[in-house]
């Protein structure tokens, strides 16, 4: 899409596609035309697939630790300010859920917002009232610090899902089996590849990572004439 931005009548002969697993050495694509557009779009191509191959990567390998699990990796909004787009779009190639795009694709009631509002049941029915005088149908998922939160959580019709938030293994299951069936779980703070597997075993619905693209390595790419 860069290259044909840039230039058109530039002919891309691609090697490599989307979720393509790469080895040292190998091409992914050969782009001939005039030199100067090459050259033109050469950073910004090589930029957007470092980035988003990282990304890919990074997330494929929580999908590969969560394979016999129910448990799906979801992204978060902590992205790179201005290409939130390709990043999230990096995340489903690599075999990842994207969660919400912005904050008006769905409503999420994190700590901050309940204690603003004064606690979990003054947030639940702000946002409901909030919802319904502007006539929105968003869904709401809320963020719960403790036990007794996601009791609290309970009492209310319309929850679409509880974020689980840093919670040990020993809650994250209690808090599964409280919850049932009454809504989706959605695990998440500070979980690692390392940690993922123990936590999906729990029973969560989701595991939710800003890791996936606040923390990568960018992988190393490079446009050589031939």
């Known amino acids: 899409?860069?290259?044909?931005?840039?230039?058109?009548?530039?002919?891309?002969?691609?090697?490599?596609?989307?979720?393509?697993?790469?080895?040292?050495?190998?091409?992914?694509?050969?782009?001939?035309?005039?030199?100067?557009?090459?050259?033109?779009?050469?950073?910004?191509v090589?930029?957007?697939?470092?980035?988003?191959s990282a990304i890919a990567t990074k997330t494929n390998k929580f999908v590969k630790e969560l394979q016999g699990t129910k448990t799906r990796i979801l992204d978060t909004r902590k992205t790179t300010p201005g290409i939130r787009a390709i990043e999230k779009w990096a995340v489903k190639i690599g075999g990842g859920v994207n969660h919400r795009f912005g904050l008006y694709d769905m409503i999420m009631l994190k700590d901050n917002h309940i204690d603003f509002a004064g606690g979990v049941d003054q947030a639940i029915e702000k946002t409901k009232a909030y919802l319904k005088e502007n006539d929105l149908d968003l869904k709401?998922?809320?963020?719960?610090?403790?036990?007794?939160?996601?009791?609290?959580?309970?009492?209310h019709d319309g929850i679409h899902r509880i974020l689980i938030d840093n919670f040990s293994y020993e809650d994250t299951e209690r808090a599964v089996q409280l919850i049932g069936d009454q809504c989706?779980?959605?695990?998440?703070?500070?979980?690692?590849l390392k940690t993922a597997r123990r936590y999906a075993e729990c029973g969560v619905d989701?595991?939710?990572?800003?890791?996936?693209?606040?923390s990568v390595r960018n992988l190393d790419l490079s446009l050589k004439a031939f």
Do not use: C, W
């Open 206 to 214: 989701y595991i939710s990572s800003g890791a996936l693209t606040h």
């Open 46 to 52: 090589l930029n957007a697939m470092q980035r988003m």
């Open 140 to 155: 709401i998922v809320v963020e719960a610090r403790d036990l007794e939160e996601i009791e609290l959580i309970l009492k």
């Open 1 to 44: 899409m860069i290259f044909n931005e840039v230039d058109p009548d530039l002919k891309i002969e691609v090697f490599l596609n989307d979720g393509d697993k790469v080895n040292y050495g190998d091409v992914a694509f050969h782009a001939t035309g005039r030199s100067r557009s090459i050259l033109k779009a050469e950073r910004l």
């Open 184 to 192: 989706q779980t959605e695990s998440s703070g500070g979980i690692t």
